[in-house]
């Protein structure tokens, strides 16, 4: 699948400029990309990317994931089709439904979910459209869009399949009016530079991850600058406000380990053989953030602090929380009647 960015123009509405643009891509599928397994009287599909449809008793199709950088103001965004052709295949199909998920570790047999007769016993084509978008997150800093596009259709009454071949394009809006402004006041070098090549892993368009805006206002080295995106560069053709100074300033943690004082002492090797290695490592304890903070209980001020520490310090932090229960007290919620730890409540 082949991805291009195009700008296609640029209007003024109200003194703004407002410029459409979209990503390009396609969809070249072919039935030997697939293999076919009969399991009970059953059709079921493999492929190299394993993602299929996974709603319980649906057809079990193959679908292809894609994940493409969008700029943050990025606005009305949708997928659309073109240039679409179809390949009817020969023979007949009984395609295999789609299964509950089975967890790791769990051996207890959920059953067998048979055929959704609303689907198989229908004369339509299955599924109901050949792309959508599935998600539209901030990762990092950087905003991914994923769309879902659909290779293969079948239509289950009369056991057809019919392998789809499209153009796609998300096409999107931005402009010039102010935003939200800076998020992030300060981040290291070393998680600028490793959350960019996280994200360039993710996307089909990784070329734009370089020229991209995450409204970091400074990316220091050690007490250096080395960006400064809060002043105007002199390159007019620069993707993004940049300009390298050298100046003194607070340097910026990559690690943060939250303790009591207690404890504090005891990670001290730990913090020096992080900041050896080039990852510079602070200790916020539990004492000082109850202080400093707000909230209704030690927990909810744990959390208030690392909003406050993405905020000042940016996306990409590790943290280690440096102890048990009685240290760190945990969130405690109901999940299917049991009274469980919620691992994410310090998550933002």
Request: glycine share 6%; net charge neutral; charged share 25%.
């Amino acid at each position: 699948m082949k991805t291009k960015i195009y700008l296609l123009a640029i209007f003024l509405f109200t003194g703004i400029y407002a410029i459409q643009a979209q990503i390009k891509g396609e969809v070249k599928f072919k039935m030997k990309d697939i293999k076919v397994m009969k399991d009970n009287g059953f059709d079921r599909f493999f492929t190299e990317d394993d993602y299929y449809i996974q709603d319980m008793g649906s057809p079990a199709l193959p679908v292809l994931l894609k994940s493409y950088l969008i700029p943050l103001d990025a606005e009305n965004v949708t997928v659309n089709l073109q240039n679409i052709s179809k390949q009817k295949e020969i023979g007949q199909y009984y395609i295999y439904p789609a299964q509950p998920p089975v967890l790791v570790g769990n051996d207890k047999d959920t059953g067998f979910v048979a055929p959704n007769p609303k689907i198989y016993e229908s004369d339509s084509i299955f599924p109901s459209k050949l792309a959508e978008i599935v998600s539209d997150d901030n990762y990092l800093g950087f905003r991914i869009v994923t769309v879902r596009l659909y290779p293969i259709e079948y239509k289950p009454k009369t056991s057809e399949l019919f392998v789809c071949n499209f153009n796609f394009t998300i096409d999107y809006e931005t402009n010039t009016k102010p935003g939200k402004g800076n998020e992030t006041q300060t981040q290291s070098l070393y998680r600028y530079e490793l959350n960019k090549k996280s994200v360039k892993s993710r996307v089909e368009n990784p070329e734009a991850v370089d020229g991209y805006d995450t409204k970091v206002q400074k990316v220091m080295q050690g007490n250096t600058t080395v960006y400064d995106f809060s002043t105007p560069s002199s390159n007019e053709n620069s993707g993004m406000l940049r300009s390298s100074v050298s100046v003194v300033n607070e340097r910026i943690p990559d690690y943060i380990i939250i303790t009591c004082d207690s404890l504090k002492s005891a990670f001290q090797p730990l913090i020096d053989w992080k900041t050896k290695k080039g990852i510079f490592t602070i200790t916020a304890t539990t004492e000082s953030i109850s202080a400093n903070y707000s909230g209704s209980d030690l927990q909810e001020k744990i959390r208030n602090y690392l909003i406050d520490a993405k905020r000042k310090w940016g996306y990409g932090l590790y943290v280690l929380l440096g102890g048990d229960i009685n240290i760190i007290p945990a969130r405690m919620i109901l999940s299917n009647c049991k009274i469980i730890n919620d691992t994410f409540h310090f998550v933002n």
